[in-house]
């Protein structure tokens, strides 16, 4: 009997992404695995039943779907769907495989519980960034969106136009933008605000960023600080001491005096967002002017942001954003089954199921496994917060 994987509908509050698209179910019965998809599951990325059925996939009630597969993908594990998660917790059998974004460095409580379950746990966002891994990089993709999303946002909140124009009432100049963190969603948001027409700057404490920034048409400023140690080995950027914030605030004060739009993306995987943007600065910027923060979601660069809300300061809007790829679903969700699709291709072939720990990627992705939190970060974490492990518990 083929190994079959299971896509049930996300039940996050707000949540329109699915799993697997119908290309990607295509993908998988290459591997010799069956899907099946719970009704509606991708309605609301703009994938009705019938595409699925017309990709060989089946429809089925949630219960079946979880009781049908050895394999569950999700956008939200238990972890990133704190409440609604919980629900699916009597549906999971041991032995299951999970694979989703679960928050694993922050809702360890539901690492804890995946174990407890006796599922294996395979959380997207522990993706090891090295060349073999770029294709699973859900992180990335999701990211690629939020940068985007966030661009447009920024352009209708802003009381201005984006691009310079030569008009019969005279020229209209160009706004003038500038992106803080220079990742995957900061040059996204770059690139947009470009093709929109504004003149844009951004920063980043990355050296590395510098090229990619003036790649993109935008101009890199220059800090007068000591950056070294701020990225990690997989090229994320790295918590920095109180000192260097301070520092960086400050000399930042001056760029984003004369900016209309700031749009901050700095965050640090496993760890609150440093603030980047004190109230006294959101003050410097003039009436109308416009932050978003993308990163509001991990308590936001700026200290005004309210996840989820608009904030008025000063006549500075201050918008905190949550979920943005989710805005943007079918493409969103195309980019994460594509993510998943690659990933399960390590561990299937020919229909059978291989955990090869061996490999950095399944190794590191890997947060639970036979009644076990794996993951060293995670079982670490666990004791911090006084957690015990699944199996210290039985």
Same mark, same amino acid.
């Given at each position: 009997?083929?190994?079959?994987?299971?896509?049930?509908?996300?039940?996050?509050?707000?949540? *329109?992404?699915?799993?697997l698209?119908?290309?990607?179910?295509?993908?998988?019965?290459?591997l010799?695995a069956?899907v099946?998809v719970?009704?509606?599951?991708g309605?609301? %990325?703009?994938?009705p039943d019938e595409?699925?059925l017309?990709?060989?996939a089946?429809?089925?009630?949630? @219960?079946?779907?979880?009781?049908?597969?050895?394999?569950?993908?999700?956008?939200?594990?238990?972890? @990133?769907n704190?409440?609604?998660?919980?629900?699916?917790?009597?549906?999971?059998?041991?032995?299951?495989?999970?694979?989703?974004?679960?928050?694993?460095?922050?809702?360890?409580?539901?690492?804890?519980?995946? %174990?407890?379950?006796?599922?294996?746990f395979?959380?997207?966002?522990? &993706?090891?960034?090295?060349? *073999?891994a770029?294709?699973?990089?859900? +992180?990335s993709? &999701?990211?690629?969106? /939020?940068?985007y999303r966030? /661009?447009?946002?920024a352009?209708?909140?802003?009381?201005?136009?984006?691009?310079?124009? &030569?008009?019969?009432?005279?020229t209209?100049t160009?706004?003038?933008v500038l992106?803080?963190? @220079?990742?995957?969603?900061?040059l996204?948001?770059?690139a947009?605000?470009?093709?929109?027409g504004?003149?844009?700057?951004?920063?980043d404490v990355?050296?590395?960023? #510098?090229e990619?920034?003036?790649s993109?048409?935008?101009?890199?400023?220059?800090?007068?600080?000591?950056?070294?140690?701020?990225?990690?080995?997989?090229?994320?950027?790295?918590a920095m001491?109180?000192q260097?914030y301070?520092?960086?605030r400050?000399?930042?004060?001056?760029?984003? *005096?004369?900016?209309?739009?700031?749009?901050?993306t /700095?965050?640090?995987?496993?760890? #609150?967002?440093?603030?980047?943007?004190?109230?006294?600065?959101?003050? @410097?910027?003039?009436p109308?002017?416009?932050?978003v923060?993308?990163?509001a979601e991990?308590?936001? =660069?700026c200290?005004?942001?309210?996840?989820?809300?608009?904030?008025?300061?000063?006549?500075?809007?201050?918008l905190g954003?949550?979920n943005?790829?989710?805005?943007a679903p079918f493409?969103?969700?195309?980019?994460?089954?594509?993510n998943?699709? /690659?990933?399960?291709?390590?561990m299937?072939? =020919?229909?059978? +199921?291989?955990?090869n720990?061996?490999?950095?990627?399944?190794r590191?992705?890997?947060?639970?496994?036979?009644?076990?939190?794996?993951?060293?970060?995670?079982?670490?974490?666990? =004791?911090m917060a006084?957690?015990?492990?699944?199996?210290?518990?039985?």
């Open positions: 009997m083929a190994l079959t994987i299971g896509v049930p509908r996300e039940t996050f509050p707000g949540e *329109r992404r699915v799993a698209t119908p290309r990607s179910c295509d993908a998988l019965g290459k010799g069956g099946v719970e009704e509606s599951a309605v609301e %990325a703009g994938f595409l699925y017309g990709r060989s089946r429809i089925a009630p949630r @219960a079946e779907v979880f009781r049908q597969s050895e394999i569950i993908v999700q956008v939200r594990a238990l972890g @990133a704190p409440r609604e998660g919980l629900a699916d917790l009597p549906l999971l059998r041991p032995g299951q495989i999970v694979i989703g974004f679960g928050e694993p460095l922050t809702a360890v409580e539901g690492a804890a519980e995946l %174990a407890k379950a006796g599922v294996s395979f959380a997207m966002e522990l &993706m090891p960034r090295i060349t *073999r770029q294709s699973m990089d859900a +992180l993709s &999701m990211a690629t969106i /939020a940068g966030g /661009a447009l946002l352009a209708e909140a802003l009381p201005k136009i984006f691009p310079m124009l &030569m008009t019969a009432a005279g209209i160009a706004a003038r992106i803080l963190g @220079a990742g995957v969603a900061g996204q948001a770059i947009t605000a470009r093709r929109l504004a003149v844009v700057s951004a920063y990355r050296s590395a960023a #510098k990619q920034i003036e993109l048409g935008a101009k890199f400023v220059v800090l007068d600080l000591e950056t070294g140690g701020s990225e990690t080995q997989g090229g994320y950027a790295r001491d109180e260097f301070r520092r960086q400050a000399l930042l004060t001056e760029v984003i *005096r004369d900016q209309d739009v700031l749009i901050t /700095a965050a640090v995987p496993g760890k #609150k967002a440093p603030i980047l943007v004190t109230a006294e600065m959101a003050s @410097a910027m003039s109308g002017s416009v932050i923060d993308i990163a991990r308590g936001g =660069n200290e005004l942001t309210q996840p989820g809300e608009t904030v008025m300061h000063q006549g500075v809007s201050i954003p949550l943005l790829a989710s805005a493409h969103a969700s195309q980019m994460y089954g594509s998943i699709a /690659a990933f399960l291709k390590l299937v072939k =020919n229909g059978e +199921l291989t955990i720990r061996e490999d950095e990627i399944i590191e992705t890997l947060v639970t496994h036979e009644r076990e939190v794996v993951n060293p970060r995670v079982s670490e974490l666990l =004791n006084g957690v015990a492990p699944a199996g210290e518990r039985r």
